[in-house]
Antibody, heavy 117, light 112 residues
């Protein structure tokens, strides 16, 4: 049974860096593609970027200058760093696995990150 | 890269059918048979309901079906049940020359 669990601070100050980790169980992180997806309160979903092949990445152009996604294969985890955050980055952040047909078949429960001083 | 367009809301009575549209362009929905649909209940993570336009993951009831015509994909929920009340999002592959994932704007389905 594949499970994903996000972890990290729920409150980040403006201009600082948001850091989250996704711990994966039931699947090897080296085998699949893995994404970070966010959802501002009351709004839709946005794919931030993804990592694959134990380190290759692809980022949404709208966030590319501020995003870093990395992987720790020894811990079966992947991480998100988003720099220079503003209130507009307040959202529920999900990690997800890429499944068949470019769909996302397994999701973490999500973690709310609020950007506020 | 713009979000795919969905109607904000849709509704139906128990037992009826509701169809949600998802309109994109020839660069995403119209260009590939890689449209997915997600169901999201309040406070919960999205759940994959349809992938590759028409395919259902194991465990998804066959009341959920997908289709596509041109640049518009559709999700139909037949035999509406109370537990189908949720937000629904479409997503499409947008090609390797662009960031390949784009989501729809979301549709709130109400069971009357």
């Amino acid at each position: 049974q594949v499970q994903l669990q996000e972890s990290g601070p729920g409150l980040v100050k403006p201009s600082e860096t948001l850091s989250l980790t996704c711990t994966v169980s039931g699947a090897s992180i080296s085998t699949y593609y893995w994404s970070w997806i966010r959802q501002p309160p009351g709004k839709g979903l946005e794919c931030i970027g993804y990592i694959y092949d134990s380190g290759s990445t692809n980022y949404n152009p709208s966030l590319k200058s501020r995003v870093t996604i990395s992987v720790d294969t020894s811990k079966n985890q992947f991480s998100l760093r988003l720099s220079s955050v503003t209130a507009a980055d307040t959202a529920v952040y999900y990690c997800a696995r890429h499944g068949p047909g470019y769909g996302f078949d397994y999701w973490g429960q999500g973690t709310l990150v609020t950007v506020s001083s | 890269q713009s979000a795919l367009t969905q109607p904000p809301s849709a509704s139906g009575s128990p037992g009826q059918s509701v169809t949600i549209s998802c309109t994109g362009t020839s660069s995403d929905v119209g260009g590939y048979n890689y449209v997915s649909w997600y169901q999201q209940h309040p406070g919960k993570a999205p759940k994959l309901m349809i992938y590759e336009v028409t395919k259902r993951p194991s465990g998804v009831p066959d009341r959920f079906s997908g289709s596509k015509s041109g640049n518009t994909a559709s999700l139909t929920v037949s035999g509406l049940q109370a537990e189908d009340e949720a937000d629904y999002y479409c997503s499409s592959y947008a090609g390797s020359n662009n960031f390949p994932y784009v989501f729809g704007t979301g549709t709130e389905v109400t069971v009357l």
